[in-house]
Antibody, heavy 118, light 107 residues
Framework: EVQLVESGGGLVQPGRSMKLSCAASGFTFNNYDMAWVCQAPKKGLEWVATISYDGSSTYYRDSVKGRFTISRDNAKSTLYLQMDSLRSEDTATYYCARHTSANPFAYWGQGTLVTVSS | DIQMTQSPPSLSASLGDKVTITCQAS??????IAWYQQKPGKAPRQLIR???TLVSGTPSRFSGSGSGRDYSFSISNVESEDIASYYC?????????FGAGTKLELK
């Protein structure tokens, strides 16, 4: 069974940093691209970033380019999202998702809430 | 960026009804649209990919169709477990973009 478990969310002040993790199990992690998708409170879904199966390629939405870094450790079957220079508008639940170009966001974790506030 | 215009924002249905949600893309997305169901407090769940392919575990009362810029998602014989929000996603081009969502409620 595919399982994705996010961690690392919480309350953080504007301008500070936070690192999210997503532990994967139930599939061969290094065979799949992975992604982060966020959802602001009571709002819709937004794609944040994608990383290729081997970590060689990364893609970001414009609003997080230069502030967020997606990475992975295939030996640990873990996906990361380093979030720097956080803004109030980054407040959201962040989901990790297993992704391929043919089957987008096929599996999701339960999400972790990031609240950016002073 | 490709904009996905999803309608209606909300929908009220009785058990057994057929409901339809539409998504219009700002450009041709070559059938690269997926549909997701999200229940309150839960993660989204993929139901359909590539316009009309039901993913494993999706009941046959769900269906999708469309081409070019215009796509639709239907639930025939709405059941109580279908009460949720539904989102379309275009994955033809980065940045991938979702529709704003449709909240399905019981009449």
């Amino acid at each position: 069974e595919v399982q994705l478990v996010e961690s690392g969310g919480g309350l953080v002040q504007p301008g500070r940093s936070m690192k999210l993790s997503c532990a994967a199990s139930g599939f061969t992690f290094n065979n799949y691209d992975m992604a982060w998708v966020c959802q602001a409170p009571k709002k819709g879904l937004e794609w944040v970033a994608t990383i290729s199966y081997d970590g060689s390629s990364t893609y970001y939405r414009d609003s997080v380019k230069g502030r967020f870094t997606i990475s992975r450790d295939n030996a640990k079957s873990t996906l990361y999202l380093q979030m720097d220079s956080l803004r109030s508008e980054d407040t959201a639940t962040y989901y990790c998702a297993r992704h391929t170009s043919a089957n987008p966001f096929a599996y999701w974790g339960q999400g972790t809430l990031v609240t950016v506030s002073s | 960026d490709i904009q996905m215009t999803q309608s209606p924002p909300s929908l009220s249905a009785s058990l057994g009804d057929k409901v339809t949600i539409t998504c219009q893309a700002s450009q041709n997305i070559n059938k690269y649209i997926a549909w997701y169901q999200q229940k309150p407090g839960k993660a989204p769940r993929q139901l359909i990919r590539y316009t009309s392919t039901l993913v494993s575990g999706t009941p046959s009362r769900f269906s999708g169709s469309g081409s070019g810029r215009d796509y639709s998602f239907s639930i025939s014989n709405v059941e109580s477990e279908d009460i949720a929000s539904y989102y379309c996603l275009q994955y033809d081009n980065l940045p991938y973009t979702f529709g704003a969502g449709t909240k399905l409620e019981l009449k």
